[in-house]
């Protein structure tokens, strides 16, 4: 069974950036859709970013594209989020996914992980 365990979330300024990681356990890491979701308070979670393991196509929430990197080491098991020039607006608890199912789904569904971490808070302060 997979697990996910996120860090290195914290407070950081507007305009700062911070670099989430992801470690997943298993042999078969590689073989597995990854994403980032995000949860702020009084909000539904919602798709930040996504990684296809076939081909390594990645997919974006369109508020954070050109700030947000997401990628992969297959070798280390391990799935990060660089985030820069962050905005209170992305303030938020985020969470790693991983999709160990196929599933009839988009990549940036919630419905397409059935394996979930911790999450990490991020805040970003104004």
């Known amino acids: 069974q997979v697990q996910l365990v996120e860090s290195g979330g914290g407070l950081v300024q507007a305009g700062g950036s911070l670099r989430l990681s992801c470690a997943a356990s298993g042999r078969t890491f590689s073989m597995y859709n990854m994403g980032w979701f995000r949860q702020a308070p009084g909000k539904e979670r919602e798709f930040v970013a996504g990684i296809r393991w076939s081909d390594g196509n990645t997919y974006y929430k369109n508020s954070v594209k050109g700030r947000f990197t997401v990628s992969r080491d297959n070798a280390e098991n391990t799935l990060t989020l660089q985030m820069d020039s962050l905005k209170p607006e992305d303030t938020a608890v985020y969470y790693c996914?991983?999709?160990?199912?196929?599933?009839?789904?988009?990549?940036?569904?919630?419905?397409?992980?059935?394996?979930w971490g911790q999450g990490t808070q991020v805040t970003v302060s104004s």
């Open positions: 996914a991983a999709a160990t199912t196929a599933r009839i789904v988009g990549i940036t569904s919630q419905a397409a992980y059935d394996t």
